[in-house]
């Protein structure tokens, strides 16, 4: 249960106020879980208001008893309605601001409502902003990337005894979730924006890895009720399915997203070979995504590798293809950078992502490779280590 | 991976057709998950707009290869961007509606000042109607219902063979999860509205339930990570702990919430005693809660019958209470009715909610009962039916 640094913390609050003031934000007031653990290394129903200048103000509806106000780069206040806010700015000679940064981008409307009429000036969006500061991970970030990344190799390594021939992929997925659960997982996985809806990944043998997904990824899995299309369907693993393991881990709030592909006892040739390419684009992105690239260049480099080996149609789906080959991952699934079609922007050092290139092929599966990495000055240096290989038990 | 009758999704789109005319809305163009299961069955990237008169017509960005049209009280048409959606309404003669309803409270203000610049009308807020709805139940509904509860009776009568003294609080849950994600549980609950973090529940034993929840809830656990400050943490489970295990069971889109006490050898006499009258305070509500009763006369009955047995102080949390005792329950967790105070909407015949009747030991633990419940005409039919006394093993 260890707690961030509060150096680490405040840093993270002065860099957020530097972009407020080069803005023209007076403030910022910031409500999403996420964002609440990226300034003051947890969450509670509460409002964490950051003026442009001057110390922050964390204001907790419930539970303030549990946080330790020694250990956040704020004065922590009780908080009972959003209205007081006012009062609390006032008392402190914080002056009400004329341009309010928000989480524009996930409020809802009904609640932006309440908002307005507590803030009368203009109220913008900086969730751009935020998620920009959290693209570029600090060195204890990556650390605790680092402990998730560890978690998840231990668990992939114990998928091999796990796999037995006419197994459910259901049941086969709730092993792999217990033993990620028992090595430390922390349930929770958080996607930003409206109507997310995921569940750890997928695990998705033979057929079930053709399936076309119903949100922006290359697969998505048929789920087993039309209630949740998404994820795990009761497939039993014959010799020769690919069974694609795509997976989300997270320890201590960051997570690291890894994919691989195992067989009882075979795999075809031709999905074999496609892995291997899978592998081969991963390998060139690596040694490719250096500070200055951008995301575009490296989706069009995946693409052009794919198409040289004759799979651009199975490439990131099949039909209704996705045009990205990685995402920016850390206290979300779905962080900046994004390595997708016509991205401009330029990779920094201390960017994390993972990269996934992968084949889909109807009605036999999927194969391919996801690896969570930092951008450093080389290239991609790697967190998740378990090997890149179809493993054939 | 049955699909909803055709005439029971039809049936529903009739009744919210019903309450648009009534409300004034021309149509409503809805996109949450829960609420496109609700009315088409499944979820997809979609959107669905339900003219106030007319066929409604589910618009699929992806993917629309998994959505059978005949299946669906609509029509069923390709969409790759919102700003299409006027020209598909033109095509088929339906008016622009002058006043459009959406889901304002889930809706990002992002995204709703692009529908805004699509519908030059009025948008309304029709999720409360929505949410209206929904909280009666058809026969249909409750058949899910009672399979999502029957699913949890097997995971909960498993919980004894796994109870044994050292035993971890996250290595209890692991396997409680894996038993219910095998027995079908399909990963994801639903709970509406922003910022909802949450996963399946809480395993808590001794301190564990009696650390204060971040969310509006009698008891929320420590978690062991600051990231996620939530659910089950690592107490290694001793004898005369209570172990209280509280989740959120769904096989099919349709959540039971129940909670039970477990404990190895004994419970102290003041925790088994309070137990009881958690149970009869169940009880009594089982009788009360007929149509036509409110939620806060339910709730003052309850707290009136807590503060007779001299535990007020520990009802629903200890400190910082929570002001309810129950909740509807379905497609989310968060549905209505409430059964809190102040509350004045009246119980019908068809609505379904948990009760969970708790009390809060600090430092000690929490002991208390939850069930899912049918509101019927001579009171609540239960749908959980695992035994309500403590378990000792």
């Known amino acids: 249960m260890s707690y961030p640094p509060l150096a680490e913390l405040a840093a993270r609050v002065e860099r957020f106020q530097e972009v407020l003031k080069s803005r023209g934000m007076d403030g910022a007031l910031l409500l999403q879980g996420a964002d609440l653990v990226y300034f003051c290394g947890t969450t509670q129903s509460a409002h964490l208001y950051v003026p442009a200048r001057g110390r922050a103000l ?14 956040v780069p704020a004065e922590v206040v009780p908080l009972r309605r959003p209205e007081e ?8 000679g914080l002056a009400m601001p004329e341009v309010l940064g928000m ?22 969006d900086c969730s751009l902003q935020i998620r920009e500061l959290r693209a570029v991970k600090s060195a204890y970030e990556i650390g605790l990337l680092k402990e998730s990344a560890a978690m998840m190799d231990g668990v992939f390594a114990r998928i091999p005894e796990m796999l037995r021939e006419g197994i459910c992929e259901l049941e086969l997925a709730a092993r792999v979730e217990a033993a990620a659960r028992c090595a430390g997982h922390m349930g929770l996985i958080r996607v930003r924006g409206f109507n997310q809806e995921f569940f750890w990944g997928c695990l998705l043998a033979g057929p079930s890895g053709g399936v076309p997904s119903y949100f922006d990824s290359p697969l998505g899995g048929p789920g087993f009720t039309p209630a949740f299309p998404f994820g795990v369907g009761k497939h039993s693993i014959a010799p020769g399915d690919p069974v694609m393991v795509d997976y989300v881990g997270v320890a201590n709030g960051y ?3 890894m994919t691989r592909v195992f067989a009882l006892g075979y795999l075809p ?20 995504a250096r500070p200055g690239v951008t995301g575009g260049e490296l989706y069009e ?3 052009t590798m794919a198409a040289g080996a004759g799979l651009a149609e199975h490439f990131m789906g099949y039909g209704d293809r996705v045009r990205f080959v990685g995402h920016g991952i850390g206290l979300e699934l779905n962080e900046l950078p994004v390595l997708a079609r016509g991205v401009k922007e330029k990779l920094q050092a201390g960017m994390v992502m993972a990269v996934e290139p992968k084949f889909i092929f109807p009605d036999r599966g999927a194969v391919g490779i996801e690896n969570t990495f930092v951008v450093g000055e080389r290239g991609l240096e790697r967190l998740t280590s378990y090997p890149d290989e179809v493993v054939i038990v």
Do not use: C, W
């Open 301 to 303: 480099l995946a693409l």
């Open 269 to 288: 040739g031709d999905l074999l070979k496609a892995h291997e390419v899978a592998v081969s684009i991963q390998n060139a992105l690596v040694a490719a």
């Open 85 to 92: 806010i006012p009062g609390l700015l006032a008392d402190r």
């Open 255 to 257: 997570q690291v997203d």
């Open 58 to 71: 964390f204001m907790i509806r419930r539970s303030k008893e549990r946080v330790d106000p020694t250990l």
């Open 103 to 124: 989480e524009l981008d996930v409020l809802p409307v009904n609640l932006f409502r309440r908002y307005e009429k507590i803030f009368p000036g203009q109220i913008v």
